[in-house]
């Protein structure tokens, strides 16, 4: 078994045992393989061990990638900060997008996304712990921006995305994420029909599966350390 093989085996045995604590069917949790600066190579390594949903955080380094890797039919998610000026190349080429936080974003995805294809899978990026440089709305903005973006046609509003702050302290971190699970609860209430809860990285999958995420972006566990530049 390769490396990234049984890695990535090991990361869905602690998916696994996180459900069954919560009570959960594992198969409600999808595994995003952080791609960021890992080669294609070592995409189709992953590929191959059959993970399909890779996430991006760098449009042009995206591209690159999805082009390398087409003839695999993978689904890609951009989960970086998107500006503007990217919409049109995101809406055009990613199946996902996390980190809407503006609405002139929203729109500008949906427009370049265009009737003819499917809706481009969205999801509203929260400052759920109030960090100054963190991207993301805060909560008390999300029900305004989730209303809008639920509005736009290319688009279909899927849930809610957050990083909260690094900690060592797994209360805290479960905090953050039954934070962000209670404010989608609140939407839902609204009518808006949320699913998604993307939260939960390497360091912290396990909180967050059990306050309800229904997708953990891991890279580290999967691909190592990247390099340091």
């Keep these: 078994m390769t490396t990234i093989s049984a890695n990535l085996q090991a990361t869905k045995s602690r998916i696994a045992a996180a459900a069954r604590q919560a009570g959960r069917n594992e198969t409600e949790i999808t595994l995003l393989a952080v791609s960021k600066t890992v080669p294609p190579p070592r995409l189709r390594e992953a590929a191959a061990a059959g993970q399909r949903a890779f996430g991006e955080n760098y449009v042009q380094e995206g591209l690159a990638k999805i082009g390398a890797l087409a003839d695999l039919g993978l689904e890609w998610h951009f989960i970086g900060p998107l500006q503007s000026n990217k919409a049109r190349a995101v809406a055009e080429h990613f199946d996902w997008v996390h980190g809407i936080d503006r609405l002139k974003v929203a729109e500008r995805l949906s427009l370049a996304r265009g009737a003819d294809r499917t809706p481009l899978q969205a999801c509203i990026q929260v400052n759920i712990s109030g960090e100054a440089s963190k991207h993301g709305i805060r909560p008390d903005e999300a029900a305004g921006l989730a209303e809008a973006v639920a509005g736009l046609p290319n688009l279909r509003l899927r849930g809610l995305m957050a990083?909260?702050?690094?900690?060592?302290?797994?209360?805290?971190?479960?905090?953050?994420?039954?934070?962000?699970?209670e404010l989608r609860d609140a939407l839902?209430?609204?009518?808006?029909?949320?699913?998604?809860?993307?939260?939960?990285?390497?360091?912290?999958?396990?909180?967050?599966?059990?306050?309800?995420?229904?997708?953990?972006?891991?890279?580290?566990a999967i691909f190592g350390e990247r390099a340091q530049a």
Excluded at 170 to 175: D, E, I
Excluded at 188 to 209: F, K, Y
Excluded at 210 to 215: H, I, Q, S, W
């Design 163 to 181: 990083i909260p702050e690094p900690s060592e302290d797994s209360a805290l971190a479960r905090r953050r994420f039954a934070a962000l699970r």
């Design 188 to 220: 839902n209430r609204q009518g808006l029909g949320l699913d998604t809860l993307s939260m939960g990285m390497s360091h912290d999958l396990e909180e967050a599966v059990l306050e309800g995420a229904t997708l953990v972006r891991v890279g580290t």
